[in-house]
């Protein structure tokens, strides 16, 4: 993959094209047009003159933004697996949090967070439980695994998080939006039922560890690819006379939501 910076006389071009996240939380998200082999997305050009990008491989690479120098890069995905990277990484308090794709084709979905100086891998929050007989990765998915059945870890579970993330400073939440399951039918991957936690759902995870705070399913028994990928938007609304801090997003399921952050 080529990146190219554009000169800002130029930057209607480049904002019709890519995906980018600007310093101070600004968000202009956008989907890349561009064949593979071109450029995926551009990321980031903050105050330590960092750039940040996503490769369809599955790659983050950090470069120099004056002069395109690698910094670091890092494979972030099983290059075994049918994963991609397609959506935007976020840059919040020194890490670099990106997901991936591929639910469609048998992956399980996860988030990462990495240092934004090193790449070091600082946490990592799977959206979907794996093989129940080992180790769970964190909490959490003990409590998801009771909502599955089967064998569904042999075809990943889905989940991927690959586009959908806003961050609030003030909470110290970062809110990810989470994807269909692996594969579509509920009654092939989950054979005896259950809420497939945590497939299509939007989830609140503590910025510094990946700890999941809260979690809102907006379709549970997912059967219809109604992903909750969509764009989150963080807003403060005046409801019955009180400002409520809230989020907003409306999923493939065809209802709008409003939660309180």
Aim: aromatic share 10%.
């Amino acid at each position: 993959d080529r990146v190219a910076i554009l000169s800002k006389n130029t930057a209607h071009w480049l904002l019709s094209d890519f995906a980018i996240w600007l310093a101070g939380g600004v968000s202009v998200p956008l989907f890349p047009t561009l064949a593979p082999g071109t450029i995926r997305q551009i990321l980031e050009h903050s105050e330590a003159k960092l750039l940040f990008v996503g490769t369809l491989d599955g790659r983050l690479v950090s470069l120099d933004a004056a002069t395109g120098a690698v910094n670091w890069e890092v494979l972030t995905i099983d290059p075994k697996r049918p994963y991609t990277v397609t959506g935007a990484p976020r840059v919040l308090k020194g890490l670099v949090v990106i997901g991936n794709g591929g639910a469609e084709l048998g992956v399980r979905g996860y988030v990462t967070a990495y240092d934004a100086k090193t790449g070091a891998q600082v946490w990592r929050f799977y959206t979907v439980p794996g093989d129940p007989s080992q180790p769970f990765e964190h909490p959490e998915m003990e409590v998801a695994a009771k909502t599955w059945s089967g064998e569904w870890w042999k075809v990943g579970g889905g989940g991927t998080a690959w586009d959908s993330m806003a961050f609030d400073p003030e909470l110290d939440l970062l809110y990810v939006g989470t994807g269909n399951g692996s594969p579509w039918s509920r009654i092939a991957r989950s054979p005896g039922g259950g809420d497939n936690l945590y497939l299509c759902s939007i989830l609140a995870l503590r910025a510094d560890t990946g700890e999941l705070v809260w979690h809102y399913q907006t379709t549970p028994k997912e059967n219809w690819d109604y992903t909750a990928t969509q764009h989150i938007i963080l807003a403060e609304l005046v409801l019955d006379g009180k400002p409520r801090k809230v989020l907003m997003q409306a999923p493939k399921n065809g209802f709008f939501y409003v939660l309180d952050r």
